[in-house]
């Protein structure tokens, strides 16, 4: 069983930046396939970047956002960048088979909020 815990969250301005961190515990995430996802109010949960055999970002980031890996310390980051006010959500941290299509373990969330 893998546990996540989701950080970084907060208030920024339109443009700004901030980093969410996903330290897990009970598996090494260099096994598994993770991905941080977002969901806004009123719409479902979706993938904004995953990490496994490749890396994934979905459009509405492009090159705003970053995911990266900290096998030392078995945590997950999301570098966000240029946040815009559509960034608003909760941003969740899950956790997978490596080469499969589903995710089996999730964080609790973090809530990121962008003022404009």
């Known amino acids: 069983q893998v546990q996540l815990v989701e950080s970084g969250g907060g208030l920024a301005q339109a443009g700004g930046s901030l980093r969410l961190s996903c330290a897990a515990s009970?598996?090494?995430?260099?096994?598994?396939?993770t991905a941080w996802f977002h969901q806004s109010p009123g719409k479902e949960r979706a993938v904004v970047a995953s990490l496994g055999w490749r890396i994934f970002y979905a459009d509405s980031v492009g090159a705003r956002f970053t995911i990266s890996r900290d096998n030392a310390k078995n945590t997950v980051y999301l570098q966000m960048n240029s946040l815009k006010p559509e960034d608003t959500g909760v941003y969740y941290c899950?956790?997978?088979?490596?080469?499969?299509?589903?995710?089996?373990?999730w964080g609790q969330g973090t809530q990121v909020t962008v003022s404009s």
């Open positions: 899950a956790v997978g088979a490596k080469y499969g299509s589903s995710y089996s373990f």
């Open positions: 009970g598996g090494a995430l260099i096994n598994y396939r």
